[in-house]
């Protein structure tokens, strides 16, 4: 028997809907472990989103110093690894974010347990399935140790649901705080309206055969029209043409929004790795024999000059006739 400590990211009042997938496993890893979920929410503006976590979890356990104004994962991994033996964790438990990635392999080398990461499933207490080689296989590993470590690919599980009674907040000392050496410098983010890319129901990305940074300006428009986030393939983010952080794809985010626009995007293996799981894929591209016809639901064979104005102004005309 034993419990799993639920890291959960949050934003404002709010845990991060890529959260609601590490919980959404955090409940099964519980009934398989005959333990509780404990949801943990580490720094600042801990307390103000604790609240939203007790809507998922029977306990949220909440740590929050001004040592930990900033992350960084010298000074988080103690924290967790301390809650989760304080705590009689068998599993301990990320998204696999940046953060979740960075931070959850350190807090296994605390434990000295054994980590498996970005999982797309639960076999058992102790085995996993996860995706290797850009998604065209899928590799089980079973895990020996008292504690196991794991990140949970969000697009895998389906967010938690509210639990209908609101769990038990408490606050968990951070201890004494020793970044090692490291400090947080700045942080380079991008400031946008639009959604997170990791969270938007809907994205719209395009390819080198966009051409210019410049030419990205209308799939924006398009973007904005439907409430959606910007991805690309790498090669525009390469180029330049983009932020780095709209990149979709085995090195960059793992997206699986309800509606996927590729723009003038050829279908790399290594895109496709990034967002084969949308529910909903449409390929506009003006060569018929490209990959990404191959993943798509709808295909558009035709020039991005032409059909993405034309695109444009029929939803404008339909949003104008409601
Ligand atoms: C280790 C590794 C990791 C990688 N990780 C990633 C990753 O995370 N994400 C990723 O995206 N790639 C990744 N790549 C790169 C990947 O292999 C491809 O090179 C890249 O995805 C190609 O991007 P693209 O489709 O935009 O460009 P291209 O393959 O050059 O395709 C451009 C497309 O635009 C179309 N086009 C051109 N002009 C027009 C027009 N006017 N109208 C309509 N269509 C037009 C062309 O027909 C073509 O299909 C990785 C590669 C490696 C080796």
Not at 139 to 150: A, D, N, Y
Not at 235 to 246: E, I, L, R
Not at 287 to 311: C, H, R, T
Request: glycine fraction near 10%; include cysteine.
């Amino acid at each position: 028997m034993g419990n799993i400590l639920a890291l959960c990211e949050f934003n404002g009042p709010t845990l991060r809907s890529s959260a609601l997938a590490n919980l959404a496993f955090a409940r099964a890893a519980a009934t398989a472990h005959g333990g509780e979920v404990i949801a943990l929410l580490v720094g600042a503006g801990a307390q103000a989103a604790s609240a939203d976590a007790a809507k998922y979890a029977p306990k949220v356990i909440v740590v929050e110093d001004a040592g930990l104004a900033h992350y960084l994962a010298e000074t988080y991994a103690p924290i967790v690894a301390r809650l989760a033996n304080e705590n009689g964790a068998t599993v301990v438990s990320a998204t696999a974010t940046a953060q979740g990635k960075d931070l959850l392999p350190r807090v296994a080398a605390l434990l000295d347990a054994g980590m498996a990461s970005d999982i797309a499933s639960m076999t058992a207490k102790d085995t996993f399935v996860r995706p290797i080689l850009s998604g065209n296989a899928l590799s089980t590993v079973q895990i020996s140790t008292p504690i196991v470590c794991v990140t949970v690919r969000q697009t895998e599980f389906e967010p938690a649901t509210e639990l209908g009674s609101a769990g038990a907040v408490t606050t968990a000392a951070a201890g004494a705080i020793d970044a090692l050496g490291a400090t947080f410098d700045r942080l380079d983010a991008q400031k946008s309206d639009r959604p997170d890319l990791g969270d938007a129901k809907v994205v719209v990305s395009g390819g080198r055969g966009m051409k210019t940074g410049e030419n990205f300006k209308v799939l924006e428009e398009l973007a904005d029209l439907l409430g959606a986030a910007m991805g690309a393939s790498r090669a525009a983010t390469d180029a330049g043409m983009v932020p780095a952080d709209w990149q979709v794809g085995q090195t960059g985010k793992i997206v699986a929004p309800n509606l996927y626009f590729a723009v003038a995007i050829s279908g790399a293996i290594q895109h496709l790795a990034g967002m084969k799981g949308s529910k909903t894929i449409v390929a506009i591209n003006k060569n018929k024999d490209e990959p990404i016809f191959q993943v798509a639901d709808y295909g558009l064979v035709a020039e991005w000059e032409k059909a993405i104005p034309e695109l444009i102004s029929e939803i404008k005309k339909l949003k104008a006739s409601r």
